[in-house]
Structure formats: C-alpha cells, structure tokens
C-alpha cells in the first residue's frame, strides 16, 4: 500500500493549489479516502473525507466551503482544491485510505503514511 502526494509549494494568502495523490497496491475503488495535515508544532488532523463513490465527502469546519476533495477511481487518484488560503492552512498533506462508518473517517493503523506535500501560506 502506497501513497505519493504531490502539488504542495508556496503561495499568498488568498491564493489557490491543487494537491493530487497517487495510491496504488489496494483495490482503490473499495475504500474512502482523506486528507490529513500536520501544521507546525501541532498534531495531524483530518482536512477531508470522501466515500468510495464520491457520494459523501466531509470537511473539517476550518476548510469548510474553501477546499473541494474529489477522487478518480479509474486513475486511482484523490485530489484535493484548496481555494481562499489562509497562513492556518500552512502545513504537510497527507493522503490515506480510510473506513467510512458512523458518519466518520478512521485511517487503518496498519497502513503507512507517505512522504507528504508541504503547503505554506504566507505574504
């Protein structure tokens, strides 16, 4: 099971990014999938979740109307758009695999997070 993330880099308050994940050794179509971050000095936190078929997705209320997750299961893809950026949303990127039940995200502690992609906002 892997996990590459890509798109990170810098940009302005207010600007935009579109972070991409390439997952691959897991049948991709039969799990939800999330994005996690990590900002500095802080723990990781959930950014966004969408179910297999992209009929539910979840935001945390700090991105809330400002980021859009979608996921391509014939590419085996997730992305992420990120609009409106804020210095808050400085931080690494993950993406994972998780199980959606209850109305909430749970990442498989087995799996390994990959390398990540740094986002920093600032002027």
């Known amino acids: 099971v892997q996990f590459v993330e890509s798109g990170g880099g810098s940009v302005q308050p207010g600007g935009s990014l579109r972070l991409s994940c390439a997952a691959s050794?897991?049948?991709?179509?039969?799990?939800?999938m999330s994005w996690y971050r990590k900002p500095p000095g802080k723990a990781r936190e959930l950014v966004a979740g969408?179910?297999?078929?992209?009929?539910?997705?979840q935001y945390a209320d700090s991105v809330q109307g400002r980021f859009t997750i979608s996921r391509d299961n014939a590419k085996n893809t997730l992305s992420l758009q990120m609009s409106s950026l804020r210095p808050e949303d400085t931080a690494v990127y993950y993406c994972?695999?998780?199980?959606?039940?209850?109305?909430?995200?749970?990442?498989?502690?087995?799996?390994?997070w990959g390398q990540g992609t740094q986002v920093t906002v600032s002027s």
């Open positions: 969408i179910t297999s078929f992209s009929d539910s997705t």
């Open positions: 050794g897991f049948p991709f179509s039969t799990y939800a």
């Open positions: 994972i695999r998780t199980q959606y039940y209850g109305g909430n995200y749970y990442y498989l502690p087995s799996d390994s």
